[in-house]
């Protein structure tokens, strides 16, 4: 079994800054990517960054210039610092995790139970 543990949402003012956290932990033999969706009220589901195992990242266009993704491989953790929020990153952001686990070849997914990020105007 694999767990993501996130932490770092809550209520912010629109310029402010938030920075969310997650930690993998479980049966992992590798990791292809970690990265952080949100999905906002009436709407889907949307990547916002991702770091992949190569040390490349890619980013929203909504995002870009405001957030930043690092990943530390040693402990499994991925952060996002979000920077000049906007009231329409408002969204429950969750945490993936593309993974090979033990033994096997395939890969599987991941996701945390998601944090809650409101930007107030």
């Known amino acids: 079994q694999v767990q993501l543990v996130e932490s770092g949402g809550g209520l912010v003012q629109a310029g402010g800054s938030l920075r969310l956290s997650c930690a993998a932990s479980?049966?992992?033999?590798?990791?292809?990517?970690m990265g952080w969706y949100r999905q906002a009220p009436g709407k889907q589901r949307e990547l916002v960054a991702v770091s992949l195992s190569n040390d490349n990242t890619d980013y929203a266009d909504s995002v870009k210039g405001r957030f930043t993704i690092s990943r530390d491989n040693a402990k499994n953790t991925v952060t996002l610092q979000m920077n000049s929020l906007k009231p329409e990153d408002t969204a429950v952001y969750y945490c993936?995790?593309?993974?090979?686990?033990?033994?096997?070849?395939?890969?599987?997914?991941?996701w945390g139970q998601g944090t809650l990020v409101t930007v107030s105007s």
């Open positions: 993936n995790l593309d993974f090979i686990p033990p033994g096997s070849y395939r890969h599987l997914e991941a």
């Open positions: 479980g049966s992992i033999f590798s990791i292809n990517a």
